[in-house]
C-alpha cells in the first residue's frame, strides 16, 4: 500500500499542474479517477442517450394503453406481440413500402453503380459537372425537393400522384448515396488484379464479371441496403408525391392526428431487429471478400460517411 | 485512338441512365419550381400564369420571416449541441474503444433503424408531462412551466437527436485518420494532454467538423416533423410552412418562392462557412 502510495506521489510530483502532495483522501481519488475518464463516461452517456429511444419503443410495443395515443405507460401486455399484423390499414401500408424499397432499391442501385463505374474508370468531358449533379441532391433539403418535383408532375399533369411518381422520387434521391458507396470501394480497388487478369489473356468483359464485379460486390450490397434504408423511411419526399398511395411512414403522421396504435411500435421494432440482421449478415460478407482480397478496409468507411464533401 | 473512342462512348452510356434520371427528375423540377415562384395565379381557377411576379416573394418573406428565421436558429443551436455531444464519443470510438468500437459503432447508425417517425413519437414519451426528464429538468429550473412538450426546446431536442449521427460518423472519419505518432510527439514535448487537444487534435479533425456540421445543418433547417409531433404553435419552422402551402393550402407559388429562398440562403451560409472554415479544414489535411 505504501509503495504504490509514493510512486502515485513522484508520479503527480513530475506531471504539471497537478495538486499538492498530500496524501489523496477517497473523495480527492474519486475526483481524479473522475478527471482521468472524463471523456470515457461521456461517450458511454451519449451511446446510452442514443439508444434510449430504441428502449421506449421496444418497451411502448407491449404497452396496453387506455386511449388512442401510446405516448403514457399504462400497463404490460403481449397481445400487440403476438398479432403484429391485425390492423390490415397498417400492415396495408407497410407492405407498399417494402415493394416500394425493394423496386427503389434495384432500380437506384444498378443506375448509380454504372455511374460510380462511368466516374471512377473513366475520363470524359463533363466529368465535374456529373460530380456536381450527383453532389447537389445530397445538400438539398428534402422539402425543396419533394415540392420541386410536386411542382414538375402537377404542371406535366401526368403521371397522375400515386406509387410511381414515389418511385421516380426514391429513385431520384437514392442514386446520389449509391454512387458515392460504390465509387469509394472502387477507389480503395487493386488495379493489379484486374491487370492480371488482362495479361492471362481475359477481355474487358471477362475481367469484368470474374474480377472487378465479385470486388465490388460488397460495395455494391452496401449501397444497395442504405437505398433500401433510405427508401423504406422516407417521409418528407414521399408526403408531397404520393397521392393516395400510403406507405409506412405515410400511414404514422395521418395516424398521429387520430391515434396511434401499438402496432406501429411492433412493426418499428421487427423493421429494427430484421435491419440489425441483414447488417450482420453484410459485415460478416464484406469481412469474408476483404480476407480475400487486398481492398484496404478503413478507406471506403471513411468515404461513405463524407457524401461528396471530403 | 478507335478503343479511345469506344471507352468513352462506354463512359458516356454508362452515365446516361441517372444522369438523365436525376436531370429530369431533380434539375428541371427545380426549374419548374423557379418558374411557379414567379407566377400569378389566375383569380379563383387554381390555374398560374408566368408574370415574373417578383412580389411573391416579397410577400412570402414579409408573412412568414419568423419562421424562417426560427428555423436557421433552431438548426444552429441543434448543429452546435450535436457538435458538443458527437466530440466525447467520435474521439473515444477513434482512440480508446479497442474492441468496443465495433459496437459503438453499431450504436451510432442504430437510430437509424428504427423509422424516423416512429423515433421523434419515443422523444413525444420522453418529454411527456410524465416522464422523469420532465420533472429532473422541472426540478432544477430549466423547465419552469412543468412542462418540456411542445416548446422550442422539444423541438431543438429531437432535432438534436435525429441528426446526431450525421455529426458522428464524419468526426470519427477524420479523428480515426490522425496519425496516433503525431500525439505521441506532441505527449513526448511535454505538451499537457489538453493543449495536445487544443493544438494538434481538434485542427486535425477540422474536416470532419464541416463536414458534420454541414450534413446535421442543411436537413435539419428544412426539417419539419419534429416540429410538427414536439413543437406548438409557437414554434413551427420554414418546412411546415412550405408543406402546408403546397398540401392544404394549394398556395403554390408562394411555396415555391419560399423554397427557393430557403435553397438559396442555406447555399450561401454553406459557401460562406466552407470560405471561411474550409481553408482551415484544408491546411489540417495538409499538415498530416
Known amino acids: ?310 | 485512338m478507335a478503343t479511345a473512342l469506344r471507352r468513352r462512348s462506354l463512359a458516356y452510356l454508362l452515365l446516361a441512365p441517372g444522369t438523365l434520371w436525376l436531370v429530369i427528375f431533380f434539375v428541371i423540377p427545380l426549374y419548374f419550381m423557379a418558374k411557379l415562384s414567379l407566377d400569378t395565379e389566375i383569380p379563383g381557377t387554381l390555374h398560374y400564369h408566368f408574370t415574373w411576379a417578383w412580389s411573391n416573394y416579397k410577400e412570402a418573406l414579409q408573412l412568414y420571416d419568423t419562421q424562417f428565421v426560427r428555423s436557421f436558429i433552431y438548426a444552429g443551436i441543434a448543429t452546435l449541441l450535436c457538435l458538443i455531444i458527437a466530440y466525447p464519443l467520435a474521439y473515444v470510438i477513434a482512440f480508446k474503444a479497442g474492441r468496443w468500437r465495433s459496437l459503438m459503432l453499431f450504436a451510432v447508425v442504430a437510430p437509424f433503424f428504427t423509422t424516423y417517425l416512429v423515433r421523434t413519437l419515443a422523444w413525444k414519451t420522453i418529454l411527456s408531462n410524465e416522464s422523469p426528464i420532465t420533472e429532473i429538468f422541472h426540478a432544477i429550473g430549466l423547465a419552469p412551466s412543468g412542462h418540456i412538450l411542445y416548446t422550442g426546446f422539444a423541438v431543438i431536442a429531437g432535432i438534436t437527436y435525429n441528426f446526431l449521427p450525421f455529426m458522428v460518423l464524419p468526426l470519427y472519419a477524420s479523428l480515426e485518420r490522425i496519425d496516433v505518432r503525431v500525439l505521441e510527439a506532441s505527449k513526448d514535448l511535454y505538451a499537457s494532454a489538453s493543449s495536445t487537444f487544443w493544438k494538434v487534435t481538434l485542427p486535425l479533425s477540422l474536416p470532419g467538423v464541416v463536414a458534420g456540421t454541414l450534413l446535421t445543418f442543411i436537413p435539419a433547417v428544412g426539417d419539419y416533423v419534429n416540429a410538427e409531433f414536439l413543437g406548438g404553435a409557437n414554434n413551427r419552422m420554414i418546412g411546415n410552412v412550405i408543406q402546408s402551402l403546397y398540401l392544404t393550402q394549394s398556395n403554390y407559388s408562394a411555396a415555391s418562392a419560399l423554397s427557393f429562398v430557403l435553397m438559396a440562403v442555406i447555399m450561401i451560409v454553406v459557401f460562406i462557412y466552407i470560405r471561411f472554415a474550409g481553408s482551415e479544414a484544408l491546411m489540417g489535411q495538409e499538415a498530416v
Open chain 1, 1 to 310: 500500500m505504501s509503495t504504490t502510495a509514493t510512486t502515485a506521489v513522484s508520479e503527480r510530483d513530475i506531471t504539471p499542474g497537478r495538486g499538492s502532495l498530500s496524501a489523496e483522501t477517497g473523495p480527492a481519488r474519486a475526483w481524479r479517477w473522475l478527471r482521468e475518464h472524463a471523456v470515457n463516461i461521456a461517450a458511454v452517456l451519449v451511446v446510452i442517450y442514443l439508444l434510449i429511444p430504441i428502449a421506449v419503443i421496444f418497451i411502448f410495443s407491449f404497452n396496453n394503453p387506455a386511449g388512442r395515443y401510446n405516448f403514457t405507460w399504462v400497463g404490460f401486455t403481449l397481445s400487440h406481440w403476438s398479432h403484429p399484423f391485425a390492423n390490415t390499414e397498417l400492415t396495408e401500408a407497410m407492405l407498399t413500402s417494402i415493394r416500394l424499397a425493394l423496386l427503389a432499391t434495384v432500380v437506384s442501385t444498378i443506375v448509380g453503380t454504372m455511374m460510380a463505374i462511368a466516374l471512377v474508370r473513366h475520363k470524359f468531358v463533363g466529368r465535374r459537372i456529373a460530380n456536381f449533379l450527383i453532389v447537389i441532391p445530397m445538400a438539398t433539403p428534402e422539402v425543396v425537393m419533394g415540392a420541386s418535383l410536386l411542382s414538375f408532375f402537377l404542371v406535366l399533369g401526368t403521371p397522375a400522384l400515386g406509387f410511381t411518381t414515389l418511385l421516380i422520387a426514391h429513385v431520384m434521391f437514392c442514386i446520389s448515396f449509391v454512387v458515392v458507396v460504390v465509387r469509394s470501394r472502387l477507389i480503395g480497388f487493386d488495379r493489379s488484379l484486374e491487370e492480371a487478369a488482362k495479361d492471362l489473356g481475359a477481355g474487358p468483359f471477362t475481367t469484368f464479371r470474374l474480377i472487378t464485379f465479385p470486388l465490388i460486390l460488397p460495395g455494391i450490397f452496401g449501397a444497395a441496403m442504405l437505398a433500401f434504408a433510405l427508401s423504406i423511411d422516407d417521409f418528407v419526399i414521399s408526403n408531397f408525391n404520393s397521392g393516395t398511395t400510403v406507405t409506412f411512414p405515410l400511414y404514422i403522421f395521418g395516424a398521429a392526428q387520430r391515434g396511434i396504435p401499438v402496432e406501429v411500435y411492433v412493426v418499428a421494432m421487427i423493421l429494427f431487429f430484421v435491419t440489425v440482421a441483414a447488417m450482420g449478415f453484410a459485415t460478416w460478407q464484406q469481412r469474408r471478400a476483404e480476407r480475400m482480397t487486398s481492398i484496404r478496409p478503413e478507406q471506403e468507411e471513411a468515404d461513405i460517411v463524407l457524401p461528396g464533401i471530403a
